[in-house]
């Protein structure tokens, strides 16, 4: 009976955890001219390297097995703070699209739309990678590969490039990605 009570208590808790992930911590955006500050840089080539399979297994080769797991942890933690990183941009340019799609012309409404789709898509991406690099942490032998995600985020700038230009011609707007 106790055992019953612990598991519906970390399901809940679970659920509340994700639902809050999904929700965002990302304040009201108005358009995208008020994204400095609120988004964070990161390096997608840099990303790809460390969710790189041929580069985990040419270090698998070539290190020690205890030297490797070390490695890899560290590689791991890393990813995961790309990719936390990424959830939270793409949080705050969600809501950009929410504001961009309540525009009277219905092209900025529309790319608002697709910025909204695809934020919320890399938004669950992110959190499936993230317990897929936290599972990699505790089994460094385990091959994951959430590479997928600098792809969607590439997606979802040049939307954001896109609703820039439309919003005000002379100016695109950017996040910061080096790529």
Do not use: W
């Not at 030297?67 to 705050?92: G, K, M, S, T, W």
Request: hydrophobic share 45%; glycine share 6%; charged share 25%.
């Amino acid at each position: 009976m106790i055992t019953t009570f612990v598991l519906i208590a970390i399901a809940v808790l679970a659920l509340a955890f994700f639902l809050g992930m999904l929700r965002g911590r990302a304040s009201a955006v108005a358009d995208a001219s008020n994204l400095r500050g609120r988004t964070r840089s990161l390096d997608l080539v840099a990303f790809r390297n460390l969710v790189d399979p041929d580069e985990e297994n040419y270090l698998r080769e070539r290190l020690p097995r205890g030297e490797f797991r070390a490695l890899q942890r560290e590689r791991l933690r890393a990813a995961l703070d790309y990719v936390q990183c990424v959830a939270a941009n793409a949080a705050v340019l969600q809501r950009v699209g929410e504001a961009a799609r309540r525009s009277e012309d219905p092209r900025v409404a529309a790319t608002g739309q697709e910025l909204v789709d695809t934020a919320l898509d890399l938004r669950i991406y992110a959190l499936l990678a993230q317990g897929k690099l936290y599972a990699g942490i505790l089994i460094p032998g385990l091959r994951i590969s959430p590479a997928r995600i600098a792809d969607s985020y590439e997606h979802l700038t040049r939307a954001l490039s896109r609703l820039g230009r439309l919003q005000t011609p002379p100016h695109p707007y950017k996040i910061a990605a080096t790529l």
